[in-house]
């Protein structure tokens, strides 16, 4: 059995450099082989030496994790938790390894086949290899570990992940680059772009509008389009936009015109003429090519309007149950503030469920969008924003005597700006409801809560946001002791 095991797992294909990042390679098996590969008689490893160790933890990417025989820690694309794997080193650093998995010795219960004829070759998940429960796992495990490591919380209260009712065909949202007149992706561990005809992630919408693009394109005058966003809502409309770097106003809106024709479901089409290095594909100059300039959304009971340039999460059912996890242990009533707000999500949830509510936002775009949306949703009087540096108008907030009974933060990766979180303690604020995509920055913000505000971890929610990859976002209630 384990011998079948690990021939089904030689042909599980991850690519590197345009070869299997874990099919056997026979010649440098026989050779590690015919050597006495035990740990305990090794020596430092270097680039390219082949060893067997046992996979002990999980990285942030979902990868396999153990240790040489120096110490230094190895990451192992492909390998789970518990296995016995045979490696190569192919990347040295000063404290740990990146290795290429050659052999599954002894297969974790929790690997399976992938299910998905790209994976390994598409960079947009690291998980497909193992079950959905083995992901979600990993996924606390490194929320648990983040918290205890750099929080020092000895034991900190971290519930079971929030996953997917179904991990499939829930992403409202895809960028593609084009080449060649095809729609294509990046490589895994690669700049490199690969032609794609569809993704189970994706949206059913996404993936009809993907199939006519592909079709279209290699018939269209379409040297000046680099990339192409596609979106969709729950009720399955679609907005196309095309992204150039060239004024091909016209030359897009034929293409528009044409594809709205032959598939009604886009009922809504832009074209970006992008900025001088933008960094993102939306990133320019919005013209309105076709159809209806938005569509709409709904999250929470709340109706959005969504625009080409306009931030929405890319799985609404998820984002539901993150939002919610965030709103339900805060005291009822009273004044909420929504630091990093955006659009606007959460300050209008917070007061649908009757929060005075502030939500403060650096991005003049996203502030317009967060007003535009109150007033759809009658919340007006409800729901204000203020579009700021929130480090700086917090900090002036509380000196003018405004006072909050809880606030909520959403930063971006980096973390909150201690300024701000200074300025919460200085509040006095009785709750803070963290939500975090970086389980790091949680626990150094949560860290300085609470060694300069005494504030407490009473627990944590991770939500699986993005399945199949490492990315986790956390809820954590914080009050003030």
Known sequence: ????????????????????????????????????????????????????????????????????????????????????????????????????????????????????????????????????????????????????????VPSPDVRPVLGCDDPLALRNKAEFAVQHGRLCVTRAESHALMPVDRCALMHPAINDMLALLNDMLPRTDAAHIKQVVLRASRSGDGMLILCADAPVTEQARALAVSAMAALPLIKSAWLIRQAHHAKHAVDGTAIHLAGHRTISETLLGLSFEISPQSFFQVNPLQAERLYTAALRPLPHGGRVLDAYCGTGTITLAAARRGFQALGIEIVAPAVEDARRNAARNDLARMASFMCADAAKAVPRLVSSGTKFDAAILDPPRKGADPKLLRALIAAEIGAISYVSCDPATLARDMKLLRDEGGYALEWAQPVDMFPWTGHVETVCLLTHK
Do not use: W
């Not at 110490?71 to 045979?86: I, K, N, T």
């Open 1 to 152: 059995m384990a011998a079948r095991m690990r021939n089904d797992t030689a042909g599980q294909l991850r690519r590197r450099r345009g070869r299997p990042l874990y099919a056997v390679r026979s010649a440098r098996l026989d050779r590690c082989r015919s050597m006495n590969t035990s740990n305990e008689y090794r020596g430092a490893m270097a680039m390219n030496d082949i060893e067997q160790i046992k996979i002990t933890g999980s990285g942030s990417a979902l990868q396999g994790v153990g240790h040489l025989a120096d110490g230094r820690a190895v990451f192992v694309p492909g390998a789970l938790p518990g296995e016995h794997v045979r490696i190569e080193i192919v990347r040295e650093e000063k404290r740990y390894c990146v290795a290429e998995l050659l052999e599954v010795l002894s297969p974790s219960p929790d690997r399976r086949a992938p299910d998905c004829p790209l994976y390994g070759q598409c960079g947009g998940c690291q998980g497909r290899h193992m079950t959905y429960a083995a992901t979600l796992e990993m996924k606390r495990r490194r929320v648990e570990d983040a918290l205890q490591r750099i929080g020092g």
